[in-house]
């Protein structure tokens, strides 16, 4: 700060506040370099992270078929719609029956 303050008083000038202003906030920008983590620097590894995020989405999806199986009416579906989304649920229902055999195999390994 006294070398803002000797270098004003050296000039014998007026300066005007807003440059003084400038001087001081660049001083203490470089004064105050906070360690601030950089865009490379990878989180911790957390083997739960994809089972979280996982469960957290599965509700959503539980939510979104009993929302359209109380509203849908299958007698004014086309044919087209209701095949897409017979093949849709049977190929969750095949992931999701995977994922339940691998989980049943760790658990009772366990």
Same mark, same amino acid.
């Given at each position: 700060?006294?070398?803002?303050?000797?270098?004003?008083?050296?000039?014998?000038?007026?300066? /005007?506040?807003?440059?003084?202003?400038? +001087?001081?906030?660049? $001083? *203490?920008?470089?004064?105050? #370099?906070? @360690?601030?983590?950089?865009?490379?620097?990878? /989180?911790?590894?957390?083997?739960?992270? +994809?089972?979280?995020? $996982? *469960?957290?989405?599965?509700? #959503?999806? @539980?939510?979104?078929?009993?929302?359209?199986?109380?509203?849908?009416?299958?007698?004014?579906?086309?044919?087209?719609?209701?095949?897409?989304?017979?093949?849709?649920?049977?190929?969750?229902?095949?992931?999701?029956?995977?994922?339940?055999?691998?989980?049943?195999?760790?658990?009772?390994?366990?």
């Amino acid at each position: 700060m006294d070398t803002v303050t000797t270098s004003i008083a050296e000039r014998g000038e007026y300066v /005007p506040y807003h440059n003084t202003r400038k +001087e001081i906030h660049e $001083l *203490t920008k470089k004064m105050e #370099t906070p @360690a601030v983590p950089s865009v490379k620097d990878m /989180p911790a590894y957390d083997p739960d992270a +994809e089972a979280v995020g $996982l *469960t957290l989405t599965i509700p #959503t999806w @539980a939510s979104s078929i009993s929302r359209v199986k109380i509203i849908m009416d299958k007698t004014k579906m086309s044919r087209e719609a209701r095949k897409k989304l017979v093949e849709a649920l049977k190929k969750l229902k095949n992931r999701i029956d995977e994922m339940l055999s691998e989980l049943g195999e760790e658990e009772n390994d366990g």
